[in-house]
């Protein structure tokens, strides 16, 4: 499929400080989009100039939420080129979440296309900041105007891109984080492992309760026992315990995150013991109180790693690492944003680099 692109007649200014620019505010000058319909398929590839969509009031995805998405990002490297980090792992996701929603399956290798050729042509918006990057937002809504519950016949495949401040503007900063023990995200046989906005809708009000107790964060718990940990809002979760990293295994209720994956290929490659497995946030509290919880973070395309130095589960307060970000946490976070960067080699094959 050929890919029509129509450039903006007016573009506009770019951001002249980026250490203001926050995430998620800014769009740049162009998007890519192509509609799906019943018996035709994907068609009608085009980048565009950025712009409101035009869509009807009855769009399904506005009543039941038939949507997927994604989130990646482009870095800037010393030598001004552009590069991405495991770009077919977002795109293979997608359709794990297309899958579920009942979505039609997009081709990964001309996602990929798709993307460089809209990157490329908006390449001067990627920051130049240390840390700032070109935050990638691909999507998938149904269109269908249509008030009846079915899977839609027609949907429109966006990627808009939207520059990005540092995560991190004063170092490593640990968060604190609320376990949730009332309401819940997702279960099993649900959508848990994939992107879509209702997973999203659903983790709301925790997450609003959790800013009422001055926690930045909310960790979530099964749906069923509430005891076993899932993961945080939009990060998977980590503990190092007795020195061994542990992560929550993939049993459908959460996401598979890609930078859980990296971290976990990234530590085996170091030597060090890791396990995913059902841990409680008993077991969790039991370490804390024998002294062997040594470090906490949360794992996610936007922080990369981020420390947790406080873990509240009822009334207990769990203080970690001195509310310091750890040894481990630390070196996993450089190695990974050196790669991104383009500062450290990339001994893993999870580079794509932006052509021309
Ligand atoms: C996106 C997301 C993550 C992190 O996934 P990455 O691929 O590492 O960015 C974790 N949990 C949820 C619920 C998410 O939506």
Redesign the pocket.
């Known amino acids: 499929m050929d890919i029509r692109v129509e450039l903006t007649k007016n573009p506009k200014a770019k951001p002249t400080d980026e250490s203001n620019l926050g995430f998620g505010h800014v769009f740049t000058d162009h998007m890519f989009i192509m509609n799906y319909d019943k018996g035709q398929g994907w068609h009608d590839a085009r980048i565009v100039p950025y712009a409101p969509l035009e869509l009807s009031p009855a769009a399904m995805c506005l009543h039941y939420a038939q949507e997927v998405f994604?989130?990646?990002k482009a870095y800037r490297t010393a030598d001004g080129s552009v590069q991405m980090f495991r770009p077919e792992?977002?795109f293979k996701?997608l359709n794990i979440s297309n899958q579920r929603l009942v979505i039609p399956e997009v081709d990964v290798d001309f996602c990929i296309k798709a993307l460089d050729k809209l990157v490329s042509i908006d390449k001067d918006w990627v920051p130049h900041t240390d840390g700032a990057s070109l935050y990638i937002r691909p999507f998938i809504i149904a269109v269908d105007p249509f008030l009846g519950v079915r899977p839609a016949d027609s949907y429109m495949f966006i990627i808009i891109l939207s520059p990005s401040g540092a995560y991190y503007s004063t170092g490593l900063n640990p968060v604190g984080i609320y376990v949730e023990s009332n309401y819940v995200?997702a279960v099993r046989g649900g959508m848990?492992f994939t992107?879509t906005g209702g997973?999203?809708a659903a983790?709301l009000i925790g997450q609003d309760e959790a800013h009422k107790q001055d926690y930045s964060q909310v960790l979530w718990l099964d749906g069923v026992e509430r005891k076993y940990i899932e993961?945080?809002?939009?990060?998977?979760i980590f503990f190092i315990i007795d020195g061994e990293i542990v992560t929550p295994e993939l049993q459908g209720s959460?996401?598979?995150?890609?930078?859980?994956?990296?971290v976990l290929e990234l530590c085996k490659s170091w030597g060090m013991k890791v396990s995913e497995k059902r841990i409680s946030i008993q077991e969790v509290a039991d370490a804390y109180d024998a002294g062997k919880l040594n470090e906490v973070f949360g794992?996610?395309?936007?922080a990369v790693i981020s420390p947790v130095g406080k873990l509240k589960w009822g009334d207990k307060v769990m203080i970690i690492n001195d509310n310091k970000i750890g040894e481990v946490s630390q070196k996993i976070y450089d190695t990974m944003t050196g790669m991104q960067y383009g500062k450290l080699e990339d001994k893993f094959g999870w580079i794509h680099k932006l052509e021309g």
């Open positions: 994604e989130g990646l792992e977002n996701r995200r848990g992107k997973n999203y983790s993961e945080v809002g939009a990060m998977n959460i996401l598979s995150g890609i930078t859980r994956k990296s794992t996610g395309t936007a």
